[in-house]
């Protein structure tokens, strides 16, 4: 089944069949649009290996990357000219835990790691589980555009920070941090010593006529140490399988991955590197696809919103499937995800999880069906009639809108 295929179905008939959080979370009458997993089928490719994996008994313990190297190598040449060393790339059970397992090794002793909320919940913890300390350095905002704010960045650098954990592209607010930025960023990082620990997990879910720059591709140059967290677990919905890949940007931080305990990667899932493989080598179409469905959905929503419910102003993503909406405007308070659920039954990710940033702030998740987007809307807009109200002036002006 491709993405386009009949795999959008009805909301009920998703919950019938899937067990995961989405689904299990809030009651039958509630409409998930929260956690960041889609509703789209799996590639078929990537069916067909996990199947045969099964079939084959083969769901042993692993070893390393093995065929995953030249498997996220080709793709990394192919997507974005990065050319990757196989060498450098080493296997963990997922993102998250790639990112603790380099904290732990890149500051055994503890130490103070960056971050910029509005910022994807989990890292507050990550940090905290790797007894390291949050320094916090917010985006900047600005008439509605996002940006890191570097010299915040550089400030707190200078203060003692010794890693910077980059959300690139951005999570929730989609941002795909240009490439100018980026070499500025590696300045910085490479003026203070500053590793920086760049999540990558959206970037294959670009939107077309966006570049996404891998943050190793400019450290290097720069002289600044980096690594890479990533998976195809975002890009193709593969959370469940358990398998990413942590690489080193550089040669200095290539000898620091050499101390991972090798645990690190026998704890990652051999049904997950099968299913990484299979994405990365041959469903490049299916993303493209998926990709396709998520921007149809973000023009979707961008009239929805302007039409129902103008007062609410929507931070377009220029990669992956989260929708970031202020709902400041029309007074439903610090956490608008809880009267939404509880009034509309739209269960969408509260802003304040992602940070004091996020307060007035609610995540809704694009990859969905086009049908259960408008019933988003139009429930949200029948519990809240008054908020279909004059919009900021800036909105109406249509600055913060693409495409
Ligand atoms: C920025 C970011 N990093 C990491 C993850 C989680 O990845 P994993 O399930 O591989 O730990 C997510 C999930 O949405 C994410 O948005």
């Keep these: 089944m491709s993405a386009t295929e009949s795999d959008d179905d009805p909301v009920s008939a998703l919950r019938g069949v899937r067990t995961s959080i989405k689904w299990t979370r809030y009651a039958p009458d509630v409409l998930p649009l929260f956690v960041a997993e889609m509703d789209f089928g799996v590639a078929p490719q990537i069916q067909e290996a996990l199947i045969e994996r099964v079939r084959m008994s083969d769901l042993g313990y692993l070893d390393g990357p093995g065929p995953l190297a030249p498997a996220f190598a080709g793709f990394a040449a192919d997507r974005w000219s990065w050319i990757v060393p196989e060498d450098r790339i080493h296997l963990a059970t997922d993102v998250s835990v790639g990112i603790v397992e380099t904290l732990r090794i890149a500051l ?14 989990p890292f507050f913890e990550l940090i905290d589980e790797a007894r390291c300390e949050v320094a916090e350095v917010p985006l900047a905002e600005q008439w509605g555009t996002y940006s890191l704010d ?25 941002l795909v941090h240009d490439r100018e930025t980026l070499e500025r960023l590696a300045a910085i990082a490479a003026r203070y010593d500053v590793l920086v620990i760049s999540d990558e997990i959206h970037a294959p879910l670009t939107h077309p006529g966006v570049v996404f720059t891998p943050f190793a591709r400019v450290a290097e140059p720069a002289g600044a140490r980096s690594v890479c967290v990533t998976s195809a677990s975002k890009g193709w919905n593969l959370a469940g399988v358990k398998c990413s890949v942590i690489v080193a940007g550089d040669a200095r931080t290539a000898a620091l991955l050499d101390s991972l305990n090798e645990e690190v990667a026998c ?3 051999i049904l997950g590197l099968h299913a990484n493989l299979a994405a990365y080598r041959s469903s490049r179409e299916w993303l493209d696809d998926a990709i396709d469905r998520i921007v149809a959905n973000d023009r979707l929503l961008a009239r929805l919103l302007a039409e129902h419910l103008p007062g609410v102003i929507y931070h377009r ?11 400041r405007g029309i007074g439903l308070g610090d956490d608008p995800a809880v009267p939404i659920r509880e009034h509309a039954y739209v269960a969408l990710n509260s802003g304040l999880t992602f940070g004091r940033e996020g307060r007035g702030f609610a995540r809704l998740n694009l990859a969905c069906s086009p049908e259960t987007l408008r019933e988003a809307v139009f429930r949200i807009a029948s519990a809240y009639p008054s908020s279909a109200q004059e919009a900021p002036v800036w909105w109406s002006a249509g600055i913060p809108a693409r495409g």
């Design 150 to 174: 570097l010299d915040g960045l550089e400030r707190a650098f200078a203060g003692g920070v010794s890693v910077f954990l980059l959300c690139n592209p951005h999570n929730p607010v989609g």
């Design 108 to 121: 055994p002793e503890g130490g103070r790691v960056a971050i910029t909320p509005p910022v994807y919940p």
């Design 267 to 269: 704890r990652t899932s």
């Design 317 to 327: 993503p220029r990669a992956g499937y989260l929708a970031w909406l202020d709902f």
